[in-house]
């Protein structure tokens, strides 16, 4: 690798700030300087999650899809989502994925496990307006991002955070990819999700990410009989009688509960 491919990588992403090429720009910089496989950004909300852009060596069609299943479902079995509030409120940082925050064999086996990926880093950037996150990626193929990598990420972070959120500002954000929250749903459906228990909201998110009986028993490391019991449960307060009913009502408020921190 040249010694003047990130600087020319830099130089591009300046350029394509508030242009149809600065999904690729940013690709190309985080592949240059930290050996990057794929980047994925969101903004998120106090009430939604938006999709930013995704880019790489994963196919369209399979980046596309992982992409619009989380933020339509899987974001709500990301802890790190969370954990990244009131990270990078002074300037972008980097962290680690951590496994044991996201112990979710639902979550890791659409993410990774099916798509070749191993290893992530997230660079974090927090204003009043919202939070904003680029998922860096690495392939099976080229393994996990070393310490040199990492130290390589914390450096380019400022610099790319920024020009994520010049090209926010430039672009708008309401041009962006969202989950919405239909009107009229807070006072009844995030009331309704709040009443439930601890472990039956844990169960709920999964079932509503897409989890089986069998998923749920997985992921929470309980028998399927009380992964059914619980299930019961949760349709009994939500006042619920099916699967599909649970989805049209709760989708999108567990999503609003979950994108708001609680």
């Given at each position: 690798m040249s010694a003047r491919a990130p600087y020319q990588a830099l130089s591009r992403l300046v350029g394509s700030i508030g242009g149809e090429g600065f999904a690729a720009a940013a690709f190309a910089l985080v592949h240059e300087a930290v050996g990057a496989d794929h980047i994925v950004a969101h903004l998120a909300g106090p009430q939604q999650i938006r999709g930013l852009f995704t880019q790489g060596l994963l196919s369209a069609r399979i980046a596309n899809t992982i992409n619009q299943r989380y933020l339509e479902r899987?974001?709500?079995?990301?802890?790190?989502?969370?954990?990244?509030?009131?990270?990078?409120e002074n300037e972008a940082v980097v962290t680690r994925f951590d496994q044991r925050l996201n112990a979710s064999p639902t979550y890791s086996a659409y993410f990774f496990e099916r798509t070749g990926l191993c290893d992530k880093l997230s660079v974090v950037s927090n204003r009043d307006e919202g939070m904003a996150f680029c998922n860096l990626y690495r392939l099976n193929a080229s393994g996990p991002f070393s310490k040199q990598e990492f130290l390589q990420a914390q450096a380019l972070a400022p610099v790319l955070m920024a020009a994520v959120w010049q090209h926010v500002d430039r672009i708008g954000q309401a041009s962006l990819p969202i989950v919405k929250l239909p009107p009229g749903f807070e006072a009844q459906e995030q009331r309704a999700l709040r009443s439930l228990s601890r472990r039956e909201?844990?169960?709920?998110?999964?079932?509503?990410?897409?989890?089986?009986?069998?998923?749920?028993?997985?992921?929470?490391?309980?028998?399927?009989?009380?992964?059914?019991?619980?299930?019961?449960?949760?349709?009994?307060?939500?006042?619920?009688?099916?699967l599909s009913d649970l989805f049209t009502k709760y989708l999108n408020a567990m999503s609003a509960v979950v994108s708001g921190g609680s």
């Open positions: 899987y974001h709500m079995l990301d802890k790190s989502v969370a954990s990244f509030r009131g990270l990078g909201m844990q169960v709920c998110q999964r079932l509503l990410a897409g989890a089986s009986n069998e998923g749920v028993a997985l992921d929470l490391s309980i028998s399927i009989h009380t992964a059914r019991t619980l299930r019961k449960r949760v349709y009994k307060k939500l006042q619920v009688n099916s």
